[in-house]
């Protein structure tokens, strides 16, 4: 492999304010280096080639326009400027423009070292970038940025409470107003590029929605919308374009990620339709649309999905091919008390009939909150070898009268078309609260309508399953016997459980040597799940923050030390004794 030839060495000083530390990465016509200045702050230079500059960098005096444009620049998504200037080294001219240095990596690191598994995350970062574009786009003066990709988006890792998402690098962003022979996309990565700036160079800010959307849909399905193999063809610009214009006229493809992808809905591609749509007057007309949709508050009906591909269901269910209990490490005791007392029951269900014996209806599963009562309820449908379909509040609310009752009643008549299925409400006590509590007529009518289909639905070949973290809120209708009468307590992790989640989350991150598993769970007793997953993010950061190459054992132990439990044992207490009345 040919190594790199930078144009700055380690130590190097700039304009008497800032010396090198590392080389970052090379462009086609700038390098980054990560920088330390006379206030011993670490910050991230640019350094540009003025003979590679393309003519369009610069602005009408003359000046670097990407800078420029940073400079009157400031939003909590977006790179912060520092500084600028000049330097002559080795007979050549270069400019130089600095910002904040950002503790962390890009997107595209994140994705190649480890693919994002919850729609929340993917919420998150595409919220923060739509944030950014959506002041770029109304400022006075508005700014097309042009090349929103997973390279151009930094997750910064500083606060130990929440990853921030930044965009980054403006050399191709443009004034709106600005003709479209300024447009540039040399160098661009073309599969998120909007088809109209690569035929016509007309950018605007619904192009740019446009990438966004191509991130969204490369962080949901492992690659860019219409994706093509352009890399032998990169000596060919016009043949590169030709190919990418003629994948768009096929229709878009989602592939399923329904194992992939934690609380992944049909909604998702809704939004994925309209933000890259090829016409701009189909797309979102701006970025606050873009997060209306993304936030639920307007409703999206996308053309790119054909409508006999459409459930009429509010949620779509799937048949999962999974490892079962036998991906749950520890909990032997729950998972035979589960085996025993209803998959045994489902599997022989002519036994059960010889001894007058009706099928089960459903099952209870409560705890704290963290615990892992989704994951539980997804292996159990794996090791009965059901359809599983996860239903929360959000997917049977209607703004009209009976509309949640005919959501209900329209789900479980799924369920039983698609039987032997697993009907799982997730936050049962949000759907079905005692109706004495009922803030109106309709709310007691959702539970009546639950009820009423939860009578003999086992016979349907239908097992329901609730779970919640306030079990004393639901009504004692729908746990009464013949409905959901069999209750099962998740507990925190115990000790194999919490040994297994440390390796499961810990193997595909840089480590140390020496790292001791059974130390890290007798540590953590009472953490439930969410807390193991926070502590080894944590550790991560700090392992960043403190420009270490590996997590240690000395990092995990101090983050542990600093880290309680989300739960308290008073709370755990609590839902001992209510496992004890059961």
């Known amino acids: 492999m040919n190594e790199i030839k930078q144009i700055l060495q380690k130590n190097f000083l700039i304009d008497d304010k800032y010396t090198v530390k590392f080389f970052i990465k090379k462009g086609s016509s700038a390098e980054t280096y990560r920088v330390k200045g006379k206030d011993d702050k670490l910050y991230f230079l640019k350094l540009f080639n003025y003979t590679l500059l393309h003519h369009s960098a610069f ?70 970038v ?21 390279e151009n988006i930094m997750l910064d890792l500083s606060d130990n409470d929440f990853t921030q998402a930044k965009i980054i ?16 996309r040399e160098g661009l990565n073309l599969n998120y590029v909007a088809s109209e700036c690569i035929s016509a160079g007309a950018f605007s800010p619904q192009s740019d929605l446009f990438s966004a959307g191509a991130v969204m849909y490369h962080l949901l399905f492992g690659m860019p919308p219409w994706y093509s193999d352009i890399s032998k063809f990169r000596s060919e610009r016009e043949n590169t374009e030709k190919i990418i214009l003629e994948a768009r006229e096929k229709p878009l493809a989602f592939p399923n990620v329904a194992d992939r992808i934690v609380d992944f809905d049909d909604s998702i591609l809704d939004i ?29 009906v996308s053309v790119n999905i054909p409508a006999k591909e459409r459930e009429n269901s509010p949620v779509k269910p799937t048949q999962k091919k999974g490892k079962g209990f036998a991906a749950i490490a520890g909990m032997q005791q729950l998972k035979d008390r589960l085996k025993n007392d209803v998959i ?18 459903g099952m209870l599963l409560y705890g704290p909150p963290g615990c ?32 949640t009752q005919e959501k209900i009643g329209k789900l479980f008549k799924e369920a039983r078309e698609k039987a032997p299925t697993i009907l799982y409400f997730d936050e049962l006590d949000a759907m079905t609260p005692k109706r004495e509590h009922a803030h109106n007529q309709s709310q007691s009518g959702e539970v009546n309508e639950f009820l009423s289909q939860l009578d003999n639905i086992g016979e349907s070949g239908v097992f329901v399953i609730g779970s919640t973290n306030k079990p004393n809120l639901i009504d004692e209708a729908v746990l009464r016997a013949g409905r959901l009468e069999k209750w099962f307590y998740i507990p925190p992790p115990d000790f194999e459980a919490r040994k297994a989640m440390f390796e499961l989350y810990l193997k595909d991150r840089p480590l140390d040597f020496g790292i001791d598993y059974e130390r890290l769970a007798t540590l953590t007793e009472n953490y439930v799940s969410s807390d193991i997953k926070l502590l080894i993010d944590e550790a991560s950061r700090k ?40």
Do not use: C
């Open 169 to 184: 690098d403006f050399g191709y962003a443009r004034l709106f107003h600005q003709s479209v022979k300024v447009y540039n």
């Open 59 to 128: 602005d009408a005096a003359g000046n670097l326009l990407e800078t420029e444009l940073l400079k009157n620049i400031r939003h909590p998504n977006i790179v912060s400027y520092k500084d600028s200037g000049e330097l002559i080294h080795e007979n050549r001219k270069y400019v130089f423009s600095v910002s904040d240095f950002i503790v962390g990596e890009t997107l595209a690191q994140q994705m190649a070292r480890k693919p994002v598994s919850l729609w929340y995350d993917v919420k998150q970062f595409m919220l923060h």
């Open 543 to 582: 392992t960043i923050r403190d420009k270490a190459k590996r997590i240690s054992m000395e990092t995990l132990e101090f983050i542990i030390k600093n880290q309680k439990p989300t739960i308290s044992l008073t709370e755990l207490n609590k839902y001992e004794e209510i496992r004890k009345e059961t």
């Open 272 to 300: 994925l339709g309209k933000a890259l749509q090829q016409n701009t007057e189909n797309r979102f007309q701006s970025a606050q649309q873009f997060i209306q949709a993304l936030n639920g508050e307007m409703e999206i």
């Open 344 to 361: 045994d029951v489902i599997e022989n269900p002519e036994e059960y009939k010889r001894h007058n014996l009706g099928l089960p209806n």
């Open 372 to 403: 892992g009562k989704t994951f539980f309820a997804e292996r159990f449908a794996e090791e009965a070898g059901y359809y599983f379909i996860k239903v929360v509040s959000s997917d049977i609310a209607s703004i009209y009268i009976h509309g």
């Open 130 to 150: 739509l944030q950014g574009l959506d002041y770029l786009h109304n400022l006075q003066h508005p700014v097309i940025h042009n090349a929103i990709t997973p």
